[in-house]
């Protein structure tokens, strides 16, 4: 992930001189390229795109861009496009989403990478468990939505994944063949408990399990003031793109609703599973929140 970092650094030395650019490109695939002062160079992601200059679109290509002012804006469709119109077809933003954007690189910096000591409550590596959920240990939700994975390559499945209420009483049972599942906290047999604790096992040798861990909804204070902060960039990111997967993710990273932060980088790899970039900050984040 060398590189990964590499970019992220130029793209935060932009932000640090300034709003002396139109875009930054957050995720590129393909042979794209700029022309800035009359000439013509393969695209960068990091890059900072001037008013004045153009970019030129690959036949599969893709590329990712936030304006200086937090629209984003994801481009598939081969072509030239001069920056300035770009801009023009833009809406008027805020500049909220920024911060999230803002967010989301400065902690995949080399720098962010070596102070990786995270608040969730992740998995303790001294522990010897068969298999390692990739949640933290204890941590809330907003979308009741979660998407739970894990890792256990010496344990082939089937697994059978366990709920139980916090009086160790189970509420439910699954068996899956896949090291990943969501689990709805709206259902009804979870609907009357405030947080659920979840356990993974082999149904082959039951002994082989996961340390368990505990999934808890927010209080409605909470509930209100996350639903205010998002109806903050809902309007610039409601269309369903990796883009704006990747805004959410760094919302509910910076709001440290880690799960809902997961749900939000498997979304955008969903949507983009040929654009590296996705993937990497997935791992970025998993490797600094202690996930992995």
């Known amino acids: 992930m060398k590189h990964t970092f590499t970019w ?4 935060m030395a932009t932000v640090a001189s300034g709003q002396d650019y139109t875009f930054k490109v957050l995720a590129n695939k393909g042979n794209n390229e700029i022309k ?10 990091g890059a900072s795109l001037q008013a004045g200059d153009e970019l030129k679109l690959s036949a599969n290509g893709y590329v990712g861009l936030v304006h200086k002012k937090g629209n984003p804006l994801e481009m ?10 770009l801009e023009s077809q833009l809406n008027t933003g805020t500049g909220v989403i920024s911060k999230y954007t803002d967010f989301i690189l400065s902690n995949n910096s080399s720098d962010a990478k070596q102070h990786r000591l995270s608040a969730t409550g992740a998995v303790d590596r001294g522990e010897n468990y068969a298999i390692k959920l ?23 499945g089937p697994y059978m ?12 049972l699954y068996e899956t063949e896949q090291n990943v599942m969501q689990l709805d906290l709206n259902d009804a047999k979870f609907s009357k408990q405030n947080a659920i604790i979840l356990e993974v096992a082999s149904k082959n040798d039951p002994s082989q399990k996961s340390k ?8 409605a204070a909470e509930q209100v003031g996350i639903r205010t902060s998002l109806a903050e960039i809902d309007g610039a990111v409601k269309d369903e793109t990796a883009l704006n997967s990747l805004i959410l993710a760094g919302f509910f990273e910076q709001n440290k ?14 949507l983009a599973p040929d ?17 992995r």
């Open 8 to 11: 992220i650094l130029a793209i």
């Open 36 to 45: 800035s002062n009359g000439q013509w160079q393969p695209l960068k992601t």
């Open 76 to 85: 598939k469709t081969p072509g030239s496009y001069p920056v300035a119109q």
């Open 134 to 156: 990739t949640l933290p240990e204890h941590a809330g939700i907003y979308y009741n939505v979660a998407t739970v994975g894990w890792a256990g390559d010496a344990i082939k």
């Open 161 to 172: 994944v366990t709920v139980l209420n916090m009086f160790d009483e189970e509420l439910a």
């Open 212 to 219: 368990r861990h505990m999934i808890k909804k927010l209080p």
């Open 257 to 270: 609703l880690y799960i809902d932060a997961i749900g939000a980088y498997e979304d955008a790899i969903r």
């Open 275 to 291: 654009v590296l970039a996705y993937q990497e900050s997935y791992s970025a984040f998993l490797e600094r929140n202690g996930l």
